[in-house]
């Protein structure tokens, strides 16, 4: 069983992708001009998806959830 741990490293990681996808979510329109998608609530979703994958890399509970999935697919004995 896998225990969670406190990491710095991966606080600042999730500060920043969290960062980024506020960034994406506030200006979604100039984002879509520039690379031409005209899809504005496309990249809007994209940023919001961003601010919840870094609150899930800031509290660290990606390795949890990854280990999850992995002893789904590979049983221990």
Do not use: C, D
Not at 31 to 43: D, V
């Amino acid at each position: 069983m896998v225990q969670y741990s406190f990491s710095i490293v991966w606080l600042i990681v999730g500060v920043l992708v969290m960062a980024l996808g506020a960034l994406i979510t506030r200006f979604y329109n100039k984002f879509a001009e520039a690379t031409g998608m005209w899809s504005y609530s496309r990249w809007r979703l994209i940023g919001l998806v961003a601010v919840g994958v870094g609150l899930i890399v800031m509290t660290n509970l990606h390795s949890l959830i990854l280990s999850f999935i992995v002893s789904l697919i590979v049983p221990v004995r």
